[in-house]
């Protein structure tokens, strides 16, 4: 794994949350939508530290049309009612539960977390439609520390990329409505040299 570059704008140790105040809303269209807001966490070197050091991170293989495949990401999963690997990813999801209550009217109740390790590691085109999200809106937050990585956004029939999104270092990046059964993400490949990222995905009940 490739060393973190530590962030030029956040030279604290101190793991703080800012206002959610200056998410900042954009439509994709088709009742997708993608809210955003750079640096939302302060101290994420220091979370990123800790994080790689203390989640039980899991190697995963799944079969790939005839044969088996690594899969290109490093995996850890805390299902409803698991204590998260630390106080400041339970603090971002009290927050988060308590900004989008008018909107969600449900809270956030699992984590999902990735460690990408270098550029070879990504994520292919999905939607997050196991379950509930495959008729229904919802929200997935994301909170990235680490080096950033894009996020990529297009609709779910393929073509152009509507939304590219650099995230790490504190990012969060929410998105909502129709997003999950009309669009698509993915973090590509990257032939640039880059340093290790984690996200935290924050879905509902019965969203995988």
Do not use: N
């Not at 800012?18 to 269209?29: E, I, N």
């Not at 809210?35 to 079969?63: C, I, K, N, Y």
């Not at 520390?145 to 270092?169: K, M, N, Q, S, Y």
């Amino acid at each position: 794994m490739h060393a973190l570059q530590g962030s030029l704008f956040d030279q604290t140790d101190e793991i703080r949350l800012g206002p959610l105040a200056g998410l900042r809303r954009t439509h994709l269209g088709a009742g997708a939508w993608v809210d955003r807001l750079p640096g939302w966490l302060t101290g994420a070197d220091t979370l990123f530290e800790s994080l790689a050091a203390e989640v039980p991170w899991r190697a995963e293989r799944r079969q790939m049309y005839d044969r088996e495949v690594d899969v290109p990401r490093l995996l850890a999963f805390y299902g409803a009612g698991a204590e998260l690997p630390h106080p400041a990813l339970t603090g971002a999801r009290t927050a988060l539960d308590r900004h989008y209550a008018a909107e969600l009217r449900e809270p956030f109740v699992t984590a999902g977390l990735c460690l990408y390790r270098d550029g070879r590691d990504s994520v292919a085109w999905h939607g997050d439609r196991t379950g509930r999200s495959a008729t229904q809106d919802t929200m997935v937050a994301i909170l990235s520390v680490g080096d950033p990585r894009d996020l990529v956004l297009r609709p779910r029939e393929g073509g152009a990329t509507l939304l590219r999104l650099p995230l790490g270092h504190g990012d969060l990046v929410v998105m909502g409505g129709s997003c999950q059964r009309t669009m698509e993400h993915a973090v590509p490949k990257t032939s640039r040299a880059v340093g290790p990222r984690i996200s935290v995905q924050f879905r509902t009940r019965g969203v995988m």
